[in-house]
């Protein structure tokens, strides 16, 4: 378990508790205070003022409320969800019976959710899948755990792409083209350039938020760079249907986007095999 997957929790519990919220995470919070209990300090989160945690809430946001709508509209029998961490849309969402949710994560993931939610029941069929993505073998673990290769697959990639290297995120994109049956949708998101440092302005934040931050910079160093998405889609086997950023999203739901975001372009995309 590691704290970025709380990151967007932490997101989530602060949206849901606004007065019109976009979305309502009922579980977020108890992520939240599930990892202060059992496994320790939670870090600095909570500073809605600052510039760094005023860009984590606004884009994780945007995005869930985005990923939200799109999957809703959804008819493919079968949704994959590459790094999950604690999302639970399999809950939330209103999913039909007769979808069924593949959530691929670390194990220590997927164990801390499988522990935070049980006795909470999904309202599709939801299965865990454990890999490590860019290194085991993706296909015969989802295979393994039922997933049907003939059916339309809605794939999701949200927060994931920037944690692989180039080489995995477009080997991924590869060979979840070679597994979508006609009509599936990959949804995604992904940065034009890895972050720097001067990103963010550093010298105004406190010790704390600034070594935070150097820490995003410092795990998303290898991450792909795409400055064309709709091209970076196509060398890897997907149609883009629609490609908009942290910005364009803002203006869909009626919040100002930070000025981050106008620097660090982070993509949100939607293809089709
Ligand atoms: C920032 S979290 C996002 C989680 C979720 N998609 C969301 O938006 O709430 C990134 C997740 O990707 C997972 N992850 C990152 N690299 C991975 C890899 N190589 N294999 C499997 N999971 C990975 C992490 O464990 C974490 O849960």
Redesign the pocket.
Known sequence: ??W??L???WA?ALETRRPRPLFIDPFADRFLAAYAGELGTLPQLGVETSPLWEAVFYG?TM??AYFDAALRRSSAPQIV???????TRAYRLGLAPGVTVYE???A??LDFKERVLAGEQPTCRRVPVV??????DLTGLLKSAGFDHRLPTVW?????LF??TPA?AEALLEEMSGLSAPGSVLLGEVFERPYRETDLPVEAMDDADAATWRQFVTAFRTSPSVPVPAAWLAAHGWTAVEVTDQVGLGRTFGREAPSFYERARDWIFEGRS
């Open positions: 378990m590691t970025t997957s990151l967007p929790v989530r994780v995005r869930t969800v590459l790094g999950a961490g604690l999302d691929v994560d670390r220590t993931t890999a490590e993505l860019g290194a085991d999701l990639a949200e927060a994931l944690y692989l995995q």
